[in-house]
């Protein structure tokens, strides 16, 4: 068993999830490393295609492996919303430690057919890469929208789709649709519980259960949504605004200063205790 699917397993048994953080600069890397180490866990890194597009993918993932030889943290690298079976690939080829294929735009048929291919793909190339897929419709973008998002019904996975998705693709992790949007909207952000709870029951035990959109969802439907199953949960937009803020105060407080290093360290430390936090909201802490 490969050491991503030994933590999804231990997370799900004792009843925590991992925490998946995405960053788009070295230095967000090294906040969550940090956060990390302070609170004792094990941690996913995740670049969405824009993400890794900036950060260079053979570049994340020297950089998330140098962090883990050096510290010995079970840290590790998603490629995150990776949106077609080629961007897929080439994050494998690039050595990411876990692939997130996400066809959910296309035909149900035409999901099953390219995560399938991802999956065997996967494979024989990488025995230890962990694959994750998704069904249903998950709204908005990782930032602060100013407008109301609305989940209908019919966007959510049912628990039957989930299960027959699961048998045909041979994936890791699945991410339902199960409330969630991404980002932040003017709406307050629900999920299911009793949804997850009903996904849980139809997929096998070995199958972890990932939750998008993780920024802005109450602490109690966070917990709650644990406890039904739920063992990797994605930051994305709380870690960006916590960036951006903190980038705009460093400089308004320091219009003289012009080293990037310490215009920058109150957003690595800004990063670093939001992903503390919501580490200690995982359970995630001392794990390691
Ligand atoms: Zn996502």
Redesign the pocket.
Same mark, same amino acid.
């Given at each position: 068993m490969s050491y991503i699917q030994e933590l999804h397993e231990r997370a799900s048994r004792e009843g925590w999830a991992l925490g998946h953080f995405n960053v788009s600069s070295a230095e967000q890397i090294r906040s969550v490393v940090q956060a990390a180490l302070n609170v004792k866990c094990p941690v996913l890194v995740g670049t969405s295609e824009g993400e890794r597009k900036y950060l260079g993918l053979r570049q994340a993932v020297a950089l998330v492996r140098s962090f883990r030889e050096e510290t010995g943290l079970p840290i590790f690298l998603n490629a995150?919303?990776s949106k077609s079976v080629e961007a897929a690939k080439a994050a494998t080829d690039a050595g990411y430690d876990s692939i997130h294929i996400d066809l959910s735009h296309l035909s149900y048929e035409e999901n099953v057919k390219g995560t399938k291919e991802v999956v065997q793909y996967v494979r024989v190339r990488n025995l230890e890469a962990h694959v994750e897929a998704e069904i249903g419709l998950?709204k908005g973008e990782s930032k602060i929208q100013r407008e109301v998002i609305e989940v209908r019904p019919e966007d959510m996975t049912t628990s039957a789709q989930a299960a027959d998705f699961v048998k045909k693709t041979g994936i890791n992790r699945l991410?339902p649709a199960v409330g969630n949007i $991404?980002g932040l909207a003017e709406n307050e952000k629900i999920i299911y519980p009793d949804l997850i709870r009903k996904i849980r029951g139809m997929i096998p035990q070995h199958v972890g259960i990932t939750l998008?959109?993780g920024s802005g969802i109450s602490d109690a439907l966070i917990t709650a949504a644990i406890k039904e199953g739920v063992n990797n949960i $994605?930051i994305?937009t709380e870690i960006r605004v916590a960036a951006a803020d903190a980038i705009r105060s460093s400089l308004a407080e320091h219009p003289e200063e012009t080293t990037p290093y310490k215009l920058l360290e109150p957003m690595i430390r800004a990063v670093q205790l939001k992903v503390e936090e919501k580490l200690k909201l995982f359970g995630a802490v001392n794990k390691i």
């Open positions: 995150d919303h998950l991410a $991404h998008h959109g $994605h994305n």
